[in-house]
């Protein structure tokens, strides 16, 4: 192989979205989550592929975001989730929703002098802390929607803080609260008279094993994309739930190949010296590219079949392999995997660097990185 090269399945990405389908009562709606560039997979293709495989709608983090998903081709209706920041009038003009969370959003939306009504989502922060009117506030904030010329409610939703987490199991867990907190609104703005079209709060985790919190729609990504956020969260996994495919698999090819003594040096800091006589493969592939710095040392690929380490520190454009199990049948351009259904998972690299899936798969649509679409499992060259 030639260059870094993330190969997205979009077969892979339709048996995730089958596999969170089937964790669904009927008529049960499902937003795909598509930020941050699908999580580095590339939104503009994974959205209209994911409305050809039947999702609902889709979940993004911002205006630019839910424009571009427009832009190519996505009909179905789009939710920016995070708060509102410029752009108001076009992504009204194209039938974008937007997420309500106090009177001055309501306000910004009001201003933008929209043609059409704005359809919004009532944010209510039931314990994530990080977005939304405060269960005691969303009474008015749904008289003041009501009220509201240009705008109506679609739905009233909330985030949950520890779904993939074993707190979500848990009668009295953090979840447990938010969740009685959620419904509690529910009732109390149904109690008013409010009509609520739709409530959600469900992510990946929650999707997968916490029906109470389906309500009417879902929101998952991660799992969409075929991880979990830590082997703990994926040691969670109700049995009868089938496995998830990795959508993305990270190769790079080798660039150079060469013998070192026993005692020699690898990379900045000599932070790792060969323990005996091997061979050393130098990857066409560093933390510019988005694979993790923090990697050196702890993480492993897969050559030829057989797990081997990343040796001293990653660099911006390139890493080394100790690929003495290999020795002599590693040459120039072989494809190495650093992340895949084959090769290391990401939850897994993510729990031993400190981190979670997300942070490794958002950083696959770094600019060096070649991407390529396949249906099924891709042939591997080189
Ligand atoms: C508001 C909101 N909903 C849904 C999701 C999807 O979460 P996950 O990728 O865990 O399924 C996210 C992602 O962080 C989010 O911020």
């Known amino acids: 192989m030639e260059e870094p090269t993330v190969t997205v399945d979009l077969a892979a990405l339709r048996h995730n979205l089958g596999v969170l389908r089937d964790r669904l009562r009927p008529g049960v709606r499902l937003m795909a989550a598509l930020k941050a560039d699908a999580y580095g997979h590339g939104a503009e293709v994974l959205g209209p592929a994911l409305e050809r495989a039947g999702a609902d ?3 993004v983090a911002t205006a630019a ?15 920016v989730l995070g ?33 059409a009504s704005a359809r919004v989502h009532l944010k209510v922060d039931t314990g994530m802390g990080r977005l939304g009117a405060a269960p005691e506030q969303a009474l008015a904030l749904a008289q003041a929607l009501a009220r509201s010329r240009s705008a109506e409610l679609a739905a009233v939703w909330t985030h ?33 008279g409010i ?4 409530a959600h709060a469900a992510n990946s985790a929650a999707t997968l094993w916490l029906p109470r919190a389906h309500y009417d729609l879902v929101r998952p990504g991660l799992a969409l994309y075929g991880h979990h956020a830590t082997p703990a969260a994926q040691a969670l996994l109700p049995a009868e739930v089938r496995a998830l495919r990795p959508v993305a698999t990270l190769r790079a090819p080798v660039t150079f190949v ?23 493969a130098t990857v066409r592939l560093g933390y510019a590219d988005g694979y993790p710095r923090a990697a050196g040392n702890r993480a492993e690929a897969l050559v030829h079949g057989v797990r081997v380490p990343v040796v001293g520190r990653v660099c911006m454009d390139q890493l080394m392999l100790d690929v003495g199990a290999l ?51 891709a042939a591997v060259s080189g």
């Open 83 to 115: 708060p509102l920041r410029g752009c108001l009038r076009e992504v009204l003009a194209a039938d974008v929703e937007l997420t309500v969370t106090d009177t001055a959003s309501l306000t910004a939306i009001e201003t933008a002098g929209a043609a």
């Open 57 to 59: 709608a889709f979940g």
């Open 195 to 198: 009509e609520v079209p739709l």
């Open 258 to 280: 060469k013998r070192v003594a026993r005692g020699a040096s690898v990379s900045y800091g000599a932070t790792w010296r060969a323990p005996r006589d091997t061979e050393i």
């Open 160 to 192: 949950l803080a520890c779904a993939d987490e074993p707190d979500a199991l848990l009668p009295d867990g953090l979840t447990a609260r938010q969740l009685e907190r959620f419904e509690a609104t529910l009732a109390t703005l149904r109690r008013a």
């Open 327 to 377: 020795a002599g049948s590693v040459a120039l351009g072989d494809a190495v995997t650093m992340l895949g259904p084959d090769g290391p998972s990401a939850a897994a690299l993510a729990a031993r660097l400190g981190t979670v899936s997300y942070e490794l798969l958002t950083n696959l649509n770094a600019p060096r990185l070649a991407r390529v679409y396949v249906d099924g499992p």
């Open 65 to 79: 975001e839910a424009l571009a998903l427009r832009a190519h081709g996505v009909t179905r209706p789009i939710l």
